[in-house]
């Protein structure tokens, strides 16, 4: 408690304005390296297993929230929430063979090497000739698939690796598909849960914070002068 009559001396004051200014001028830099006051986003582990040849959820009686669908790796897959017209046309494909088309460019090669098409694993393999291009598929299994795509826990980003640690994990990074990640013999497959908004205005509140720094950095600057020559 401040006592009554009492008030801070010149150099105290200076002191003040000059240090509350600059850190209220450098807050937008913070604001933006540690994205203070952003969206936060909420990850959990599920341990996944290998029955009859199929990549499943380890606890089978436990409900299975998906945010976000899709797994790298694994097109067409357990964790895809809405398969698209893709997975149907593949599935065409496996029942009736390769398919060949004439083309000079394929400049849209499957991403996922793995698709999961009529009840198994495929490995999608791309020929490419002068002006035709092949796309077949070689049956693999699920443990082959499993154990090439998914990270290692102690490689992998965070909060991948967190939320395989301690099962759920909050973090500012998005990510727009799920992971399959090992750790020792067990595999996890980790999405994002939910979200949580940031501040509204975060960045207005933040610039106005700077625009105060300047004034009383001005002030400071001003009162140190002063001091000076009256000395």
Do not use: K
Not at 49 to 72: H, K, Y
Not at 113 to 118: C, H, N
Request: proline share 4%; net charge negative; aromatic share 8%.
């Amino acid at each position: 408690m401040v006592a009554r009559g009492w008030s801070p001396g010149e150099r105290t004051r200076i002191g003040f304005y000059l240090v509350v200014g600059l850190l209220l001028v450098l807050n937008p830099i913070a604001v933006g390296a540690l994205d203070l006051g952003g969206p936060r986003h909420q990850y959990r582990a599920y341990e996944v297993t290998v029955e009859s040849d199929r990549i499943e959820f380890a606890d089978t009686d436990r409900t299975i929230f998906l945010l976000v669908g899709g797994v790298e790796g694994i097109d067409c897959s357990l964790f895809t929430v809405s398969p698209d017209w893709r997975c149907t046309l593949e599935e065409h494909v496996v029942r009736t063979g390769n398919v060949s088309v004439d083309t000079t460019r394929y400049d849209s090669r499957p991403g996922d090497p793995f698709v999961r098409l009529d009840g198994g694993y495929y490995r999608r393999v791309v020929e490419q000739g002068n002006d035709t291009t092949t796309l077949a598929y070689e049956p693999v299994t699920a443990e082959t698939v499993l154990e090439s795509v998914s990270e290692d826990v102690g490689s992998t980003r965070d909060p991948v690796a967190r939320a395989v640690r301690s099962g759920t994990a909050r973090s500012t990074v998005e990510l727009e598909t799920g992971r399959l990640v090992g750790d020792g013999d067990r595999y996890y497959y980790v999405t994002r849960v939910g979200q949580t908004d940031g501040v509204p205005g975060g960045w207005g509140l933040s610039t106005l914070g700077a625009l105060v720094g300047l004034v009383l950095l001005a002030r400071g600057h001003r009162l140190r002068i002063e001091g000076g020559t009256s000395n």
